[in-house]
């Protein structure tokens, strides 16, 4: 079974553009997690969803970011307007219901400038 | 709040030599997960072996085994025959039972297999 898929692995933009950065959890979980990583402030929890549904967003930084999961399938995180501040990697990851265990797909590494 | 401590930023090995990371973490909770992931120069974040508290056996994953101290609150992980390819940092992350999602991570630990 693919892993999580994330598209795309490297996005550079100028500040004041909208960027989406998309993900494809495994098939049959129920859980899908936005993070950020930076050297600063390490691993972030942005946002997750439960059956698509979205279950907590404290960890958005503000109203530029949103996040959306159409589907069971398929997730998007925007950034709009984005700034140099938002420069870090994106990770997806998803996971069963039981168990804990989140299975992270390879990251989106995003450079504003 | 649950909090996990890696107290060692960086450690070194020698290939082939067994290496021991440390990890506590502080929580008031009894049904919990805990997990090392490791994460590569590629940037990659690798599930690398999980426990369930409520079991008293340690979980391996062929090279790699766990000392959980439940009542310690420790959580450390031992890499076994070190490979160049073990290179990375390694995150220790805590997560609650029930319907709490939100993985606790350290800071983790860069760990470095010299030839």
């Known amino acids: 079974d693919a892993g999580v898929i994330q598209s795309p692995r490297h996005e550079v933009t100028e500040m004041g553009q909208e960027v989406t950065l998309r993900c494809k959890p495994i098939?049959?979980?129920?859980?899908l997690f936005w993070y950020r990583q930076t050297m600063m402030r390490g691993l972030e929890l942005l946002i997750y969803?439960?059956?698509?549904?979205?279950?907590?967003d404290s960890g958005m930084p503000e109203d530029r970011f949103s996040a959306k999961m159409p589907n069971a399938s398929f997730s998007t995180l925007k950034i709009q307007p984005s700034e140099p501040r938002d420069s870090a990697v994106y990770f997806c990851?998803?996971?069963?219901?039981?168990?804990?265990?989140?299975?992270f797909g390879p990251g989106t590494r995003l450079l504003v400038l | 709040a649950q909090t996990v401590t890696q107290s060692q930023p960086e450690m070194s090995v020698q290939e082939a030599e067994t290496v021991t990371l440390s990890c506590t973490y502080d929580?008031?909770?009894?049904?919990?997960?805990l997990f090392w992931y490791k994460q590569p120069p590629s940037r990659q974040m690798i599930l690398v072996i999980r426990?369930?508290?409520?079991?008293?056996q340690n979980a391996t994953e062929n090279r790699f085994s766990v000392n959980f101290q439940k009542a310690a609150k420790s959580f450390s992980l031992k890499i076994s025959d070190s490979q160049l390819g073990d290179t990375a940092m390694y995150f220790c992350?805590?997560?609650?039972?029930?319907?709490?999602?939100?993985?606790?991570f350290g800071k983790g630990t860069l760990l470095t297999v010299n030839p």
């Open positions: 990851a998803s996971s069963l219901a039981t168990g804990g265990a989140q299975y």
């Open positions: 098939s049959g979980h129920d859980y």
């Open positions: 969803f439960n059956n698509n549904v979205p279950i907590d």
């Open positions: 929580t008031s909770e009894n049904n919990y997960y």
């Open positions: 426990q369930e508290a409520y079991k008293q």
């Open positions: 992350a805590f997560i609650m039972g029930g319907s709490n999602y939100k993985l606790t």
